[in-house]
């Protein structure tokens, strides 16, 4: 049987290979326009433009920090609601796991489409496609938290006659709050870098300066732009870093 499975993996894989046209001589004709291309990236140069292109990296920054933010809000109750430590009866947690799988099944770039099209092109779309996705991945981990938590603190305020809700205040939220910070420092880091793309279908921020400056082979210009991104991830992730450190030391 598993010689079957790695022969039938073995004949997807060739044929991906054939599907997408891969193989080395495709590669070799470009070398000399990714070599020149590389050259030209050299010195880095923000032609006159270096004021509007930090603005609009803060705004990168404001999207990513805002729809963290939005996603961490409204997933910290779905998260609890979707724990069977929470709402024991299934009936109503398999609609709303359901549609946390739904809404994160879309990828970022086709939400930022649809809320461009729906909010016109800028930030405001960029947010809201981050945070729809954000909302649900994190919902997932949240309730995922939530069921791996010990019963230990749970079952202490049973026995002291505690409700429903005192169990989820004092058994439950106490431990999990730490785990629910980190993952959503995680996600910011990780929404520096995804606003960035957005910008390519017009979801505001500097990806649309990185977009214009790669339309018209301002490679110098791109090349400005790419190490200001850079610092900006670079600086997002070690204070992130830093933060998580600290969440898991206090806990």
Do not use: C
């Amino acid at each position: 049987m598993n010689r079957l499975l790695w022969l039938a993996f073995a004949a997807f894989s060739a044929y991906a290979f054939w599907a997408v046209d891969l193989w080395p001589g495709r590669i070799w004709p470009g070398l000399g326009k990714l070599a020149r291309i590389s050259a030209e990236l050299v010195p880095p140069d923000a032609g006159g433009q270096f004021l509007t292109l930090v603005f609009s990296l803060l705004e990168t920054l404001g999207i990513a920090l805002a729809a963290t933010v939005m996603a961490a809000v409204l997933a910290f109750p779905l998260g609890l609601l979707g724990s069977a430590k929470v709402l024991p009866n299934w009936l109503w947690r398999w609609p709303l796991r359901r549609g946390m799988d739904l809404s994160r099944s879309i990828d970022a770039l086709l939400w930022a489409l649809l809320f461009v099209n729906a909010v016109g092109l800028g930030p405001f779309a960029g947010v809201m496609a981050l945070m729809m996705v954000d909302l649900s991945t994190l919902a997932k981990l949240f309730s995922e938290a939530v069921d791996h938590s010990s019963p230990g603190p749970v079952e202490g305020v049973l026995a002291a006659g505690g409700n429903r809700w005192e169990v989820v205040r004092f058994g439950i939220l106490p431990q999990v709050l730490p785990a629910f910070a980190a993952q959503a420092l995680y996600y910011l880091e990780s929404n520096v870098r995804h606003a960035t793309i957005l910008g390519v279908v017009g979801a505001g921020g500097i990806g649309m300066h990185l977009t214009d400056q790669l339309r018209v082979n301002e490679w110098q210009q791109v090349s400005m732009t790419i190490l200001l991104i850079l610092a900006s991830v670079t600086a997002v992730d070690r204070l992130s870093r830093w933060a998580r450190s600290e969440l898991e030391r206090g806990s």
